[in-house]
């Protein structure tokens, strides 16, 4: 695998659309998350695998059907995307994944600064309340992804490196995934 593929090609994700275009279906809101922005229309595996994670993660951070969280989906193009096996998570609750990100890395760098036992709480309240890296904690530790032979788990976003699953992740991937969550099945 050389440094630059992490995505699966274009030509080996769209092998198996080609003798019979899979059914495609709305990615749907749940009783405690709302489908914000423009999704794509993905295949019925992606769409109950999300609708799982993004329960339980709105469910575990708090929302209810009163109080939904809002997940701003836009659409990919591609890769899996060609067959609807690939969503792209932009914004969690009206703020982008890379505004979640930088405020994730301002309380890294503030918790370096402070006084060695009170970093682990400065830490640990920024894990209670960044809903950009719950969501993508979520997504990891409880989503089912596409792991294509020769190809790392199809999970990428700005914690990556930093996370898992695959912390070899390029320097130009990772900068392709700066603003948004990408999961195949
Ligand atoms: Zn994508």
Known sequence: MSDASGTTAPTAASRRGT???PRRVAILSGPAYRVTGTPERVTPELAAELARVLERFAE??????AR??????????????????????????????????SRWDEALAEAAELPAHMAPRRLERERQRNLGWRLYNALQRLGRWSRPAGYPTQLFGPWTRSDGPWVHISDRLLRAHRDHIHVAK
Request: proline share 5%; charged share 25%.
């Open 60 to 65: 575990e951070c708090g929302f209810d059907a």
């Open 19 to 21: 003798a019979h275009e």
């Open 68 to 101: 939904p969280a809002a997940i701003e989906f836009r659409p990919g193009v591609v890769g899996h995307h060609r067959v609807g096996r690939a969503a792209d998570i932009y914004g969690v609750c009206g703020a982008g994944m890379d505004r979640w990100k």
